[in-house]
């Protein structure tokens, strides 16, 4: 099986480092499923072109699950499917994750890209990959007892980062394929959600994508939603088709309570830090209470991805004059972000490294200083309630660490000592009678004399 990328963008031999796979040389490596062999077809300044050939070890094949005709007589050595993921996630690995020493910059620049998949089922190719920026041309591969075949010659374009476009490819190609050639566990979920984050959340079909991608297994569906939900902020009134229940999820109770906090409070010009996507700005713009609503995150694609959720462009302009978007780290002094009345960090401090905290604390309490600042963080002793959740493991991949609530208490005890403020505690979401809450949120309010 063979896929071929390709892109315009110039120097187009960029891509080599991207992929740190040199155009000037062949490479091949063992995986799982057989032999996969890396080379350039084309590799000049105006257009570069890497090709992933995949040859199957039949032996290996035959001794998977099926009977013995279907395990010799079958599409597996030819159709773009687990088998071609696994051999795309061991050999692209490092770009997969967007990491690029000599390319940094590029690394997390969209660029022109062109994918050719010769041999794919293709029936939902339009309904998974349009959503996501690509366009699709899909030319049917005629078969002799086929009116209608099931596989095509398909070419997606668009232009993404390189990672984002590989992760597409690693969990929508054995979605279109319906099958996995390997038992689905439960650290297919974890797979999952790293590889769809940024954009799993938010695409149309993300119930039919966690359903194929799991192999139907509704404990494990269910639980990938729900976290998904928390991860990304999904609407709970879209999960209700996937849950047993219909249920308010983590994230939309999150956001509930942190208006009513600010509401309480008599907040009106509001700070969003590390304000991600923009699922919280959207609810603050919702409510005409709040009459300036400013987003600050470190990273520009986030404030980009924020813009097009929130409609910018087609905003009214009395909605439009409440809001600011502004690219700014946490961990430096920005006194323009001085003089608001509240500011929330909703689930950020636990991607910062620890070292690093006392300057998000400067930056917030010394230098902004809002007379409310709310802070949400993951309480990790509820970890053991997720059910797919490793023992030991973060519920996202990002975060540096994860606090009980005696080590949240005893952050947020200090700064307020250090800092004039005080400060008090409150659960957010399903409460257990020994681990609490799911979410922790400390409520500082400045002291009147300072």
Known sequence: ???????????????????????????????SSGRAHVFYPRADEEECTVALLLEVDPVGLVRGPGSTLTQYVNDRPYVAGSLFTVALGTVFRTAMNGRSQSRADLAATPIPLTVRLPVLPHRLVEALFTPLGWTARITPIPLDDEEDSRYADVTLTGTLTLSDALKHLYVLLPVLDGSKHYYVSEDE??????????????????????????????????SALARLADV????????????????????????????????EAGARRVLDLGCGGGALLRALLADPSFTEVHGVDVSAQALKVAARKLGLERMGDRQ??????????????????????????????????PSRLPALENSVFVVARPRTVLVTTPNVEYNALFETLPAGQFRHSDHRFEWTRAQFRAWGDAIAARRGYTVRYLPVGPVDAERGAPTQLAVFTLGDDN
């Open 232 to 263: 990304e902020g999904v609407e709970p009134e879209e999960l209700d088709n996937a849950l047993t229940e219909p249920r308010v999820s983590l994230a939309v109770q999150r956001r509930e309570t942190l208006v009513a906090q600010l509401k």
């Open 320 to 353: 439009r004059e409440r809001l600011t978007l502004r690219q700014s780290s946490l961990t430096y002094a920005d006194p323009d972000l001085a003089g608001y009345d509240a500011a929330v960090l909703m689930e950020v401090v636990e991607h910062l490294d």
């Open 1 to 31: 099986m063979l896929l071929t990328l390709t892109t315009t963008h110039r120097p187009a031999t960029d891509l080599g480092h991207l992929l740190h796979k040199h155009p000037d040389r062949a490479q091949s490596f063992s995986t």
């Open 189 to 222: 979920v974890d797979k999952l959600l790293r590889a769809g984050e940024g954009w799993l959340g938010t695409h149309p079909e993300r119930e039919l994508i966690t359903t194929r991608y799991l192999m139907r297994r509704r404990p494990l569906v269910q």
